[in-house]
């Protein structure tokens, strides 16, 4: 199983291309996101997935019949993974599910509980009490328990959502950096190896992939260094 997601960060289709082009083989999946797709929306996602897994991660956070017909909108491009807000409640988690359900092949459908750019005082300060664990972990149960595949994590919330969850619900973990990276505006880090012996199913890589001198190497060690890893 190759665990590995880059996030091809760049708004510009052809570097995105070409980054994916160089750093695909040693990856399950390329992310896309919200920039690059509001600038290039469907046929920029085409003309950079080639057909390969994709994780289009969109956030996705409105009234439950908008995010449906959001989710039926994408489903032509069959992305493998797609991402709504855990925070936008059960109704809107459920109706994303059902959405998806109309594909041949359904995408994932991950919910994404807490950003890994916040921390105990930013949840704090929009009124959000107990840190970061307890939101995560409330955020997470409304999620599973209305259909959603999986969940988005940072990697400090890893160990309790897998003892609370157990192995069924698929962790995607950005928050990522290898020894040495910078942290950027991510606040709650681990290293590659740390976050799957912790239990992440996949982990999100940007930055030290994308803005090395050769991506395709980096993400190749990266790969290698948690190849084997949770068997």
Do not use: W
């Not at 995560?136 to 160990?159: K, M, Q, T, W, Y």
């Amino acid at each position: 199983m190759r665990r590995l997601i880059a996030a091809i960060d760049t708004p510009d289709v052809l570097q995105a291309a070409a980054l994916v082009h160089e750093i695909a083989p040693h990856c399950g999946l390329v992310k896309l996101g919200l920039e690059f797709f509001l600038r290039h929306g469907a046929p920029g996602y085409r003309e950079v997935a080639q057909g390969r897994p994709v994780f289009l991660d969109l956030k996705l956070h409105d009234i439950p019949n908008t995010v449906a017909g959001a989710v039926r909108s994408l489903l032509p491009l069959a992305p493998d993974m797609l991402t709504i807000h855990a925070a936008g409640g059960g109704a809107m988690v459920a109706a994303a599910v059902e959405a998806a359900a109309a594909a041949p092949v359904p995408p994932k459908i991950l919910a994404v509980t807490v950003l890994t750019s916040l921390d105990a005082r930013a949840l704090h300060d929009i009124g959000v009490a107990g840190g970061t664990t307890q939101q995560v972990l409330r955020l997470a149960r409304l999620a599973l328990e209305n259909g959603a595949d999986g969940l988005i994590c940072s990697p400090h919330e890893i160990a309790q959502l897998r003892d609370a969850f157990g192995e069924k619900p698929l962790l995607v973990v950005p928050g990522i950096r290898p020894l040495g990276a910078a942290m950027g505006d991510q606040a709650r880090v681990m290293t590659p190896e740390e976050a799957v012996s912790a239990g992440a199913d996949y982990i999100v890589v940007g930055r030290p992939i994308t803005g090395a001198p050769q991506p395709g190497a980096a993400a190749a060690e990266i790969a290698a260094a948690i190849s084997g890893l949770r068997g």
